[in-house]
Antibody
Framework: EVQLVESGGGLVQPGESLRLSCVAS????????MTWVRQAPGRGPEWVSA????????SYRDAVKGRFTISRDNSKNTLYLQMNSLRAEDTALYYC?????????WGRGTLVTVSS | DVVMTQSPLSLPVTLGQPASISCRSS???????????LSWFQQRPGQSPRRLIY???NRDSGVPDRFSGSGSGTDFTLKISRVEAEDFGVYYC?????????FGQGTRLEIK
């Protein structure tokens, strides 16, 4: 069974950093691109970033470019999202998902709250 | 960015009746590789989104055949032939052809 388990969320103040992790199981991790999607409370999903299976290609939405970094460790079957200079508008449930052109499945998410 | 526009935003439906959701994109979703990367997701309260349809019309494993997807270019539709109680929730389309990937604003399927 394919599983994705996110962790690393929490409550931080504006300007602080967090690193999210997503541990994958049930499939050959290195063969798949991976995606981070976020969903603010009461709103629809918003694509954040994606990375190729080898890790040599990445893409970001404009609002997080220069602040967020996506990476992966295929030896650990783990996807990461380093989030720096966090803002209130980054508050959301962050999901990792398998794939980059069509994403499935999604994990259960980890909540990031940015507030003073 | 490609704007995905869903309609209606709210869809009251009686059990056993059909339902149809439209998704229109601001640019063609035909990729240079010839595929059209349009997916549909269902999100029930408190759950992660679940993919139902990929590449316009391919149903995911385990998705009931009452769900179907169609369309081309910039105009796409998700149809439910006969709505069941478990179908209520919010439906989103998503394009995977252009960067950044974008979602529709969602259609809430609710009991009439």
């Amino acid at each position: 069974e394919v599983q994705l388990v996110e962790s690393g969320g929490g409550l931080v103040q504006p300007g602080e950093s967090l690193r999210l992790s997503c541990v994958a199981s049930g499939f050959t991790f290195s063969s798949y691109g991976m995606t981070w999607v976020r969903q603010a409370p009461g709103r629809g999903p918003e694509w954040v970033s994606a990375i190729t299976g080898s890790g040599d290609g990445t893409s970001y939405r404009d609002a997080v470019k220069g602040r967020f970094t996506i990476s992966r460790d295929n030896s650990k079957n783990t996807l990461y999202l380093q989030m720096n200079s966090l803002r209130a508008e980054d508050t959301a449930l962050y999901y990792c998902a398998r794939g980059t052109v069509s994403i499935d499945p999604w994990g259960r998410g980890t909540l990031v709250t940015v507030s003073s | 960015d490609v704007v995905m526009t869903q309609s209606p935003l709210s869809l009251p439906v009686t059990l056993g009746q059909p339902a149809s959701i439209s998704c229109r994109s601001s640019q063609s979703l035909v990729h240079s590789d010839g595929n059209t990367y349009l997916s549909w997701f269902q999100q029930r309260p408190g759950q992660s989104p679940r993919r139902l349809i990929y590449n316009v019309s391919n149903r995911d494993s385990g998705v009931p055949d009452r769900f179907s997807g169609s369309g081309s270019g910039t105009d796409f539709t998700l149809k439910i032939s006969r709505v069941e109680a478990e179908d209520f929730g919010v439906y989103y389309c998503m394009q995977g052809t252009h960067w950044p990937r974008t979602f529709g604003q969602g259609t809430r399927l609710e009991i009439k």
